[in-house]
């Protein structure tokens, strides 16, 4: 899944791969404003597309500092967007759909000593990857298959129709490399 940020340090093929998107979305914009009755911003945006379309192909280390410009302009768009996004899901989301899947059943044991549920356990080969069900199984279709079919066979429908908020914060996160990693837990 990809992010709106781009690779801290371009490499030449990088650079010159975003010139090339940026000529497009100029030439996009040029045919929209000819649609809608703007000769020439249209002829403006066509001449910005081909000259972004020469300086990539040409000269790509000249679109170093648009390159720059578009990552901290989406590096502040993505956090501003994350709290949005995280808000709504939380406020919103979240409550609506919680109330409409399973419930949690806290009635008392039988034993009266615990609310502790032992887990199926699988072999510990399988502990390799998450996303495999058994030894010789290869993980297809990444974590979004994963959670369907985990929605699917534990009975929690109502889990799908949070997969479009976390495929946004998904994109919204940013790649960056952290001093220690934050998806290691402990249990205790």
Known sequence: MGTILLPYRPRQAWLKSFGLALSIAAALLAAVMALVGFPALSGLGALAACL???AAMVRPETLRLP?????KLARHYAAAARIWLLGTCFYFVFPVVGRAGSSLGLAPSPS???HWVPR???????????HRTGAAEAPCGGWIRTFVSWAARSGNFWAIFLLPFLILLS???PEEEEAF????????
């Open 52 to 54: 972004l379309a020469l």
């Open 67 to 71: 390159y720059r410009l578009w990552n």
């Open 112 to 114: 009266a000593t615990s």
């Open 120 to 130: 199926e356990t699988r072999p510990a080969i399988t502990y390799t990857s998450q």
């Open 171 to 173: 994109a919204l996160q």
């Open 181 to 188: 990693p934050s998806n290691i837990y402990t249990l205790f």
